[in-house]
């Protein structure tokens, strides 16, 4: 896919180099997707701003991935996810369209794919997740066929709401690793989607839905976990957890999973199977010097500055912070990372903290969404005067409309 970019976009890095090219810049933001584009925005307002600073990341697109739930469940389009990745570069920054490979903190700079060396004074890493896709045995050569679809990827997520439009009855079953994922209720969202189009259309009492996951419960939070246990009781949808998908086989429409306690492999036939693969820290970030002993990049969990290297941070999908994979967390870390990062440079005392605060809407079916809002302590750090463990249309008209806007308009312009 190539990108169009216009005249007003911030176009990338076109300096050619050697292999041995060394270049500086002040602060070097590794990761172009919401993270790092918002903390871009964040640091370059304002027209007495003069911080250098520049993005490395090689995509030629930008996706608004929230959403593509409801591309899956035939309520969003795919095409509005996507925008070029130079249109949301901001105004005062520089992009370096290349991939890092290789960070030497201990000599502040890092690697690219080009051979390019980029030495800085601050860094701030916001690579997101890796979607280990080869994982599951036969996931990667069977999605988009034969019922297996997922929703974690642009190309992929239209398969998604192909099966689910499609589907005359049988057996569904929609899945969740044992690792860390990108939004941790995404997995069951479009199970509920699913059971809400198969009642509409008729197909309901022919069809067996089960959703089976590798961790213990539905959900962390005991405020929300009790109102999404209703929902699957409520649905008829059968729950099976400490079962992690291993295989698939295509020809017979066969899944596999292993118990996490015993080890024991079953085999489940099915019609349909949603994948959400397994997920875990970028090879680049796991195998360098910033990483902690799994792999995700190792910062104080309130400053988001690095535990052993002061001039680096971290924030979004690829840090080690024990909170939700979301948006909406990274709404609040980037502020933290962007207002002590300043004052780091200032030479004060860095004060802004931050207290794990992240957000999953949780749509349990058309025009129905529960808002999850909680903190480290997995206590509810609600926004609205009422009780968010609510299916509510309100809070479906928020996670359709208005915060798609947020993203676009607010949070990659660094104002939220």
Request: hydrophobic letters at 35%.
């Amino acid at each position: 896919m190539i990108s169009n970019i216009s005249e007003n976009c911030q176009k990338p890095d076109q300096t050619k180099h050697d292999s041995d090219q060394v270049i500086h810049h002040q602060i070097v933001i590794v990761g172009g997707g919401t993270a790092g584009i918002t903390v871009a925005a964040q640091l370059t307002r304002g027209w007495a701003n003069q911080l250098d600073v520049v993005i490395v990341d090689p995509s030629d697109s930008h996706y608004y991935q929230p959403a593509w739930t409801l591309v899956g469940g035939g309520a969003f389009r795919r095409e509005k996810t996507r925008r070029d990745e130079a249109s949301v570069i901001p105004r005062k920054a520089k992009w370096i369209r290349d991939a890092v490979i290789q960070f030497e903190p201990q000599q502040n700079r890092l690697k690219t794919r080009d051979g390019r060396t980029i030495q800085y004074d601050y860094l701030v890493v916001c690579a997101g997740i890796q979607i280990k896709w080869d994982d599951v045995k036969g996931l990667k050569e069977s999605l988009g066929h034969g019922g297996v679809c997922s929703n974690y990827s642009f190309e992929s997520v239209g398969s998604t709401w192909d099966n689910i439009s499609h589907f005359k009855g049988g057996t569904a079953i929609f899945t969740q690793p044992v690792t860390g994922i990108k939004c941790g209720g995404a997995p069951q969202k479009i199970c509920y989607l699913a059971d809400d189009y198969f009642r509409q259309h008729g197909v309901r009492d022919k069809t067996k839905m089960i959703f089976v996951s590798g961790t213990g419960s539905l959900f962390a939070v005991e405020k929300y976990r009790k109102v999404l246990e209703q929902v699957a009781q409520r649905k008829n949808i059968e729950t099976r957890f400490n079962q992690s998908l291993v295989a698939i086989s295509a020809d017979t429409k066969e899944a596999i999973f292993q118990d996490m306690e015993t080890g024991e492999e079953t085999s489940v036939s099915y019609d349909m199977i949603h994948v959400t693969p397994p997920m875990g820290p970028p090879e680049f970030i796991a195998h360098s010097p910033l990483a902690d002993e799994k792999g995700w990049v190792d910062v104080d969990k309130h400053t988001l500055q690095h535990v052993r290297f002061p001039n680096v941070f971290a924030l979004g999908d690829s840090s080690n912070l024990p909170t939700s994979k979301t948006a909406a967390a990274i709404r609040k870390q980037a502020p933290i990372v962007s207002k002590n990062l300043s004052t780091l440079i200032a030479g004060k005392p860095m004060t802004a903290k931050y207290n794990g605060y992240t957000s999953c809407p949780l749509v349990t079916g058309y025009g129905k969404l529960v808002l999850a809002e909680f903190d480290y302590d997995k206590l509810p750090d609600e926004t609205f005067p009422f009780n968010q463990a609510k299916e509510r249309w309100s809070m479906w008209l928020l996670k359709k409309y208005l915060l798609p806007v947020l993203y676009w308009r607010g949070m990659l312009k660094g104002r939220v």
